[in-house]
């Protein structure tokens, strides 16, 4: 079973900054590809930014420029370094992992969420 532990968040005023991390756990686990995605009140959750093992991050076009997300492969660690926030970008974010194990892939993992919340 594979358990994703997030940290950071908070209130920030718009044009501020925040930086999301997330620690992946679980024995005999490889991790494939970790993302962040964010869920708003009354709308459904969306990607944010996605990073597979050694390839070139992606990003959804309304946070282009401003998010930068990054692996710790070591740690098994996913980072977002979110900057110039809007209000827009208020909304629970949620840490998920791709992983496999030795008898084949596991089902994705979530974090519990953490609150992002941008004043104007």
């Known amino acids: 079973q594979v358990r994703l532990v997030e940290s950071g968040g908070g209130l920030v005023q718009a044009g501020g900054s925040l930086r999301l991390s997330c620690a992946a756990h679980g024995l005999g686990m490889v991790v494939r590809a970790m993302a962040w995605y964010r869920q708003a009140p009354g709308k459904q959750r969306e990607l944010v930014a996605s990073?597979?093992?050694?390839?070139?991050?992606r990003y959804q076009d309304s946070v282009r420029g401003r998010f930068t997300i990054s692996r710790n492969y070591a740690a098994n660690e996913v980072y977002l370094q979110m900057n110039n926030l809007k209000p827009e970008d208020t909304a629970v974010y949620y840490c998920?992992?791709?992983?496999?194990?030795?008898?084949?892939?596991?089902?994705?993992?979530w974090g519990q969420g953490t609150q992002v919340t941008v004043s104007e």
């Open positions: 998920n992992a791709d992983t496999e194990a030795e008898y084949g892939r596991l089902p994705p993992a």
């Open positions: 990073i597979r093992n050694m390839d070139t991050p």
